[in-house]
């Protein structure tokens, strides 16, 4: 019998970020590993960290480096441009030397697809780079997909200017499926059932208008790519095909949301909700 083609999708969603860290931490505890791994912005630092079987690494950058001015704060906007230092994050404290350095190594060792998910600013398109876009000690790629538009500047790389990747491919489960995925792990850092309206998508989209009309277009149609692709995983998960793991709640946790207590909480509950996957993965 052909093994089934398994892959862990990772939506992140800012500081709620810290709900997908706690289940690759439990990923790492119960030694399961995937086929396939697709990060969207913060999702992909979880990606990184969880290849690295770094495990707690990703909690100390969501719990306590983002209480520092450094990695975000209205200074940093008012003398770089850009609320959140991308660089801070993937470089000063993610490069070898630095606070708390990724495993290249263990990362280069990974035999299967990663899919680091950026949004091409020009031209509004999805762009997926792969492990063969990670030198050692270069994570641009990680700025490029973490990159919020109109509270960062797009990150410059390679020619190519870059947004966020949650704003042209929020839920990147049709790549998953494209890419040959049979059972998927998709999470989520909002419930289940949450319906994006998009009202800051909007008003996003008129600040960003002016110099990136093709990107502001997919601002606008990220709430219905985002409800298409969790309905798509809910009729998977109904064909025994998808195992969605979802908060309960957000209790107000925003993007930039700074409260040890709250944050906590939630990587505690992605911590215990990532004890299904091993059942899912082994079941028929």
């Known amino acids: 019998?052909?093994?089934?083609?398994?892959?862990?999708?990772?939506?992140?969603?800012?500081?709620?970020?810290?709900?997908?860290?706690?289940v690759f931490d439990r990923c790492i505890d119960d030694s399961?590993?995937?086929?396939?791994?697709?990060?969207?912005s913060a999702g992909a630092a979880n990606v990184m960290s969880f290849l690295g079987k770094q495990k707690g690494r990703n909690y100390r950058f969501y719990h306590d480096y983002a209480m520092r001015k450094e990695y975000m704060s209205l200074g940093n906007l008012l003398q770089k441009g850009s609320y959140i230092d991308l660089d801070y994050i993937y470089?000063?404290?993610?490069?070898?030397?630095?606070?708390?350095?990724?495993?290249?190594?263990?990362?280069?060792?990974?035999?299967?697809r990663l899919a680091i998910v950026a949004t091409d600013a020009a031209t509004g398109e999805a762009v997926y780079f792969g492990k063969q876009d990670v030198p050692r000690d270069d994570y641009r790629v990680l700025n490029a997909s973490s990159c919020l538009p109109v509270l960062c500047h797009p990150v410059q790389l390679n020619g190519h200017a870059y947004y966020d990747g949650g704003v042209a491919d929020p839920v990147p489960i049709g790549k998953a499926l494209a890419d040959g995925a049979d059972r998927i792990v998709l999470i989520l850092t909002r419930p289940v059932d949450?319906?994006?309206?998009?009202?800051?998508?909007?008003?996003?989209?008129?600040?960003?208008s002016g110099t990136y009309a093709a990107c502001a277009v997919a601002l606008r149609e990220r709430p219905s790519r985002y409800n298409d692709?969790?309905?798509?995983a809910k009729r998977l998960a109904a064909e025994g095909r998808c195992l969605l793991i979802a908060p309960t709640a957000v209790k107000g946790t925003g993007t930039v949301?700074?409260?040890?207590?709250?944050?906590d909480a939630l990587y505690r509950e992605g911590y215990r909700k990532g004890g299904a996957i091993a059942s899912f993965?082994?079941?028929n």
Not at 197 to 204: I, P
Not at 257 to 263: E, G, I, M, T, Y
């Open 229 to 232: 692709s969790v309905a798509l």
């Open 257 to 263: 949301q700074r409260d040890p207590a709250v944050l």
């Open 32 to 40: 399961l590993f995937f086929d396939g791994c697709y990060g969207v």
């Open 91 to 112: 470089g000063t404290l993610s490069r070898e030397g630095g606070e708390n350095p990724l495993d290249y190594d263990a990362i280069a060792s990974f035999s299967g």
């Open 194 to 208: 949450f319906i994006m309206e998009g009202r800051f998508e909007e008003l996003s989209a008129r600040l960003l």
């Open 281 to 283: 993965l082994q079941s």
């Open 1 to 22: 019998m052909t093994m089934a083609a398994t892959s862990v999708i990772d939506v992140g969603g800012g500081q709620r970020g810290i709900f997908g860290a706690g």
